[in-house]
């Protein structure tokens, strides 16, 4: 694992990684990515990691390496269309304060 976090660390991304026990970073790469894309959702929009990871599905075709977000379950009782549009605008606020530093 801590070879793991130093190839991370050196891409820039957090490290060390949060400890996901639903996730086997080191034996598939996806869930490395899995992980960080939790980590971005629940700084945006401050769900839990552990639901948050869980609402990460991995592709259906494993050679697109497209993960998909169920986000009404990011946000139970919202409807998916609220969700993103939620997400977009948070997303939005954030790109635009990083674009003026």
Avoid: Y
Wanted: with cysteine.
């Amino acid at each position: 694992m801590e070879a793991l976090e130093a190839c991370v660390a050196s891409l820039s991304l957090d490290s060390p990684l949060p400890d996901v026990p639903a996730a086997r970073a080191e034996a598939n790469p996806l869930d490395l990515c899995r992980i960080h894309l939790a980590a971005i959702l629940v700084g945006i929009l401050g769900c839990d990691f552990e639901h948050t990871f869980k609402c990460i599905l991995w592709p259906n075709d494993i050679s697109s390496g497209d993960l998909a977000v169920v986000l009404p379950k990011l946000r139970p009782g919202m409807k998916a269309g609220e969700v993103a549009a939620e997400l977009m605008q948070k997303v939005r606020c954030v790109m635009r304060l990083n674009c003026s530093t």
